[in-house]
């Protein structure tokens, strides 16, 4: 499968983008410009949208979803917008998603870029997910979906049009999902993962009639490689002629990292990703350029506000991001100021639970605190300056420099150790772990308080990686 000439083409080195990538879907109506997007949860804005011209560097160019749909109520990590697809059609782009605890919804725009029409909830249901529409030849649009076993209680098969087409079950093909639709070779097309997230494969099902039945094969499997899971993505086409599928990995803290596969069609007529379907590492020489820091998303909750051109935080809210890579140091200067005792401001870093490490009032001043869970640890103190605050009494720390350094787990690598320090105070190490489908992520927050005299952090610079 790997030939001179294709690595002449395309060069790279597996992951393309290590850093959380959930459920890939990309398209091209040129095969030279792609964009693709990722799910976003209850990330806001989400919907992030990337562009490439190779395939392997992408860059950020906004998103489809500035703001929480008005028929979603999202409580907990996980829910939210769930594995997208976006397609080009009748001179729009379309993306479908599916919120487990609503339906399926779309938005269009002229262009990736934007701007993205308000989510319009075009079929409702408890459990639907994973949507991808395919507009046959005679332009009526059909719509391929999966269905989520917490929401509905059974899930292993495909549906299209509200018909269940395939039943994974009997083929050995449990937990098949992310279903995506295509047309090729007088066939129509459906590209699933099966087999679960972290150990799973992907499959390739054909038929000649839309609604089955289908036929299926495994065409990409972790084999003899350490690339577990390889599935969940997207086919493409190049200018060029080549194929390839995009697609993720499961690397448990870090996420869903987005890798790349060469694809060819056999002479039998069906898709061979891979080297002969098992992933590749690499593919000629590496040219993976962009930094994966460029393509991080930030998101909030509660209002970042601009205060004296730094960015402040109020108590309740935070600003977070993902992990950048598997292995870095981040580092933020703030400015803790307090009304209230008990709450600690300073980093967050979120997942499988919340770990909190930066100052907390007492007293009059300042304890260095890590919060692991409702666990509080005090690692030392640091003077306060009262403020003249008006009828309640404030002190703030002044500007310090809190940091945070990640590593993979050496017992475990799918989770992973974190050091806190400021200066030479430096805490033991936390094991962390992913949240429900998402890696961990990292940022800046303000604890909430009861009182209605709130704290707040400035930020004097951004996370630095």
Known sequence: MITALLAALLAFVNPIVDMDMSDPDCASVDGTNFYLTVSSFTDVPGLPIYRSTDLVNWQPVGHALTARPSACTWTRR????????????????????GDPDVGIFQVTAPRPEG???????????????????????????HLANAFAASRTGYNSVIAIDGRIVYDGIPDGNHTIEGPKLYRHGGYYWIFAPAGGVVTGWQLALRSKNLY??????????????????????????????TDWFLHFQDKGYLGRVLCLQPMAWSADGWPVMGEKGEPVLSCGEIANATPTT?????????????????????????????????????????????????????????????????????????ELVLKDGERVSVLGTLPARELDAGALKAWTSGELVLEARVKPAAADPRRCDVVFARKDIVSSPVRLANSIWQGVKIGLAAEPVKSPALNWLDQASELIF
């Not at 976006?86 to 001179?91: E, L, P, T, V």
């Not at 701007?115 to 009526?140: F, H, Q, Y």
């Not at 089955?212 to 997207?234: C, D, F, S, W």
């Open 78 to 97: 996980g829910q939210g917008v769930w594995a997208p697809a976006i397609r080009f059609h009748d001179g729009r782009w379309f993306i479908f998603w």
């Open 212 to 241: 089955g039945p289908y036929e299926a094969r495994i065409v990409l499997a972790q084999g003899k490689t350490p690339m577990n899971g390889p599935h969940q993505g997207a086919w493409v086409r190049k200018a060029d002629g």
């Open 115 to 141: 701007p993205w029409s308000e989510p319009e909830l075009v079929r409702a249901g408890k459990g639907l997910i994973d949507p991808c529409p395919l507009w046959d030849e005679d332009g009526t649009l």
């Open 294 to 366: 460029s393509l991080l998303d930030w998101v909030s909750d509660g209002p970042v506000y601009d205060f004296c051109g730094k960015p402040r935080l109020y108590s309740g809210a935070s600003r977070v991001t993902k992990f950048p890579a598997a292995a870095f140091t981040a580092k933020a200067t703030v400015c803790v100021t307090a009304k209230t005792e008990g709450a600690v401001d300073g980093l967050l870093l979120a997942g499988d639970r919340e770990v909190r490490f930066g100052l907390r009032l007492a007293e009059g001043r300042f």
